[in-house]
């Protein structure tokens, strides 16, 4: 018996064997690979056939075989017993659910408002555009002083229309764009006070941090409808949209703070050693080196701090303002249209809208991730 | 320690180029001390190098070397004595430590590249933003390095996409972009293969020749050897012994010297 043994011809890669790929070998890996996993596939396939059909007639019109009423229908169709979801009101009522009580023949000055902020905000996402600077600083900048003039009006001839007469998904945006833009640079500035070597900027920011954290947002709100105005000298107000906003970014940059105070202790000392010893400064270490690492490693927490708040948006309900939630919930009142499915329908679609921002933000920020990815993992 | 002596190549250094100078003072260290919350890590260090010197910091781990070095930058501060770099006295003084740190290069053991940053931009980004040196000739600098270093085809990928022992030269090259009067290496090849220390050691060999002001903790004896005009030894904290390589390890005089030479060199 001898061990000694030299290897005379290297093996080639071969190809892998036909069953580990395609769709049968994956079927048989991930549905059928034990006889309770087949079991539990099988049950998983009974229930969906089960709960499928009635939930997809409630939702799908007649024309594609469901019960509901397509937009276009009537009262009266949405009354009949059999009647599913009642889209025909939906579409009735649309403007009311995307403008609010904002004069209707005004309506020009919101959608011109959409219309730019999508033209800006698209090519500052994707990341091959060109012009980022001059980008960023025409949405960051001049949009929102575009955007308020118009919307309020007041000046060039168009006629003044205050912030009460808001509503619907515009004010849902506009909170949540103003929250999630305005909390960035917050949260940033207060996760590097909390790690602050000075004790007085320490001390302010982890204050700041903990007393937001620590109330619940409908508290905020609250206190700053109701009691805010107590406190200020008299004939002085804030209108209340800009006191949502207010209380609005502070609570969520709170958050995104300690989210962003989490990316940085993840880095290693030794980013922070060779950016020193390199001589960069604090500010430029910070912003060449650490900041760009750090809000890379936490953009799932970031993203799911902006989802957070776009849901929250629509807690700014309960001090009188009509976000979107708002305005479907006055309507489901409408004797108009008042029918056994209109209530569900509304806030079916209500949610719909919200799901497809938060799904748009949670997708962005998955490409956004595997962009950033160089391929380093220390 | 694995054997190091084959790690080096073994031409002769032309000594007439490593010239110490005489009277111009690299760094000098006077009385210093350091504490790390109540444990006393250096004690009464005494270090005056001369322009041109190669200093080779040698000892067991804890004995305090990384600690030395880092003290040099300031990338931790003493709490007690005197610390002058290049004519500068290190003291709280932001000013005078940003005035040293573009003075002195700095490579670390686990080479501390920006993953996030290609190896052109790590090595132009301090030039461009401590210097202020255009982008173009920040660039063409950068370059030159990488050739020196001789890996000037990878300067567009990332970090994450090349060996230890390339991303330990441009590490290299990114200190010597910013052009310093002295390189501070801090243990540059504990953490790489053992077939990729000498492309490392090489770059370091080449420096050297060119009169670079050095100091390195290491535990490359074959190095040292060859390169160093002083070994200096350390134990608990303190310098314990510090002589011309030859002599050092053919006639160490410390008991723990003798120790530890006998543990690394079989």
Redesign the interface.
Known sequence: MTYSYTREEMVDAREAPVNTSGPLAWARRNLFATPSDALLTILAFIFLIWAIPPIYGFIAPDAIGGNAVAPGGTVEECRLESAGACWAYISARMSFFIYGFYPPEEYWRPNVVFALGALLLLPLLAPSVPFKRTNAVLFFVVFPIISFYLLNGGVLGMPAVPTEQWGGLMVTLIISLVGIFCSIPLGILLALGRQSSLPIIKTLCIMFIELWRAVPLITVLFMASIMLPLFMPQGVTVDKLLRALVGVTLFSSAYLAEVVRGGLQALPRGQYEAAQSLGLSYWKSMGFIILPQALKHVIPGIVNSFIALFKDTSLVSIVGIFDLLNTVQAASSDIDWSSPTQAITGYLFAGFVFWIFCFAMSRYSVFMERRLDTGHKR | MSDTSSATTERPVPTSQMKVSDTDVAIDVVGMHKWYGDFHVLRDIDLRVMRGERIVIAGPSGSGKSTLIRCI?R?EEHQEGQIVVNGTELTADLKRI?EV??E???V?Q?F?????LTILQNLT??PI??RGTPKAEAEATAMHYLERVKIPEQANK????LSGGQQQRVAIA??LC?QPRIMLFDEPTSALDPEMVKEVLEVMISLAEEGMTMICVTHEMGFARQVANRVIFMDQGQIIEQNEPETFFSNPQHERTKLFLSQILH
């Open positions: 930058n990338l940003d740190r573009r002195v290069g700095m670390f686990h501390n590249l920006f993953p996030h980004l301090a933003w401590v990332f970090p994450g996409q990114r200190s910013m």
